[in-house]
């Protein structure tokens, strides 16, 4: 199986990437900070006695091997991890414009070392570890700050918009993020001008959401309602999810969807208002 990488919006207008076909299962619901909480994960490099390593935070430009550790409260590195759906770790890496964006999936050798191929351009990176480590009560995010060298050119995050077109295919989202309160956020996916109504379960569900803060890039994990053989959640064409933000203010949403075998990642700019008072 193929994946890209670069889950990059190149002209920094909405958008997103088409991703070969991937295969991996993903999280569930009930997770702790970042995982739906009005607690965003991966602002800390250390909670809970374990802590975040890269074995280099200054990297090169282009396609780069990224390796990095889970250290726990023995001062190891970490090498028994739950499942979080078929994948012991999930790693988000995002300049810090929001201007490129990616999901993968590392590999982890015996002695707890992770590594990854990162295709990375100038800037400031922020990188993210979703994972549940073996005898710790709740999964948890961790983030690290990484540098690429080269010639940085800075974009403009991407205005609001309810409608996004990749290649052939054109998401709309209906739903508004309002601060510590739970709203659901409904995705409908078109081809040619019909719905999509044979989505492919990816993480375990027909859609999978990753919203970050606008400022700290705090990570909010959501989920979707529903999933595949639950006996009424459809393939398509809308996938809906449940999200609370922690404050007001702009947040980005990634979403990846399978369609035809093949991952693609749309991007939305959004507002999260002030909570509602009576």
Do not use: C
Request: hydrophobic content about 30%.
């Amino acid at each position: 199986m193929t994946n890209e990488l670069d889950h990059t919006n190149h002209d920094g207008q909405g958008g997103g990437t088409d991703h070969g076909e991937n295969s991996s299962q993903g999280h569930s619901a009930g997770h702790d900070a970042g995982h739906g909480s009005t607690q965003p994960g991966g602002v800390l490099v250390s909670e809970h006695g374990y802590t975040l390593r890269l074995d280099s935070p200054i990297l090169g430009s282009g396609l780069q091997t990224v390796s990095f550790r889970i250290i726990g409260p023995d001062g190891q590195p970490v090498t028994e991890h739950q499942d979080s759906h078929e994948k012991e770790l999930h790693l988000i890496a995002v300049r810090r414009d929001m201007a490129h964006f990616q999901h993968v999936h590392p590999v982890r050798a015996a002695s707890g070392t992770w590594s990854i191929d990162l295709n990375l351009n100038p800037g400031v990176w922020r990188i993210f570890a979703d994972f549940h480590p073996v005898g710790h009560g709740q999964p948890m995010t961790l983030g690290i700050d990484a540098f690429v060298g080269g010639t940085y050119e800075p974009q403009q995050l991407p205005a609001a918009d309810r409608t996004v077109q990749l290649s052939t295919y054109t998401v709309t989202l209906e739903g508004e993020l309002v601060a510590n309160e739970a709203t659901e956020l409904t995705f409908t996916v078109s081809r040619n001008g019909q719905p999509v109504t044979d989505l492919q379960p990816y993480l375990g569900a027909f859609g999978h959401l990753v919203a970050l803060r606008g400022g700290d890039l705090a990570y909010l994990h959501v989920h979707p309602e529903g999933g595949p053989g639950d006996g009424h959640t459809k393939p398509g064409p809308k996938v809906s999810f449940f999200a609370v933000a922690p404050s007001a203010g702009t947040y980005r949403l990634h979403l990846d969807f399978q369609h035809e075998d093949t991952v693609r990642t749309v991007q939305f700019t959004v507002h999260a208002t002030a909570p509602t008072t009576s």
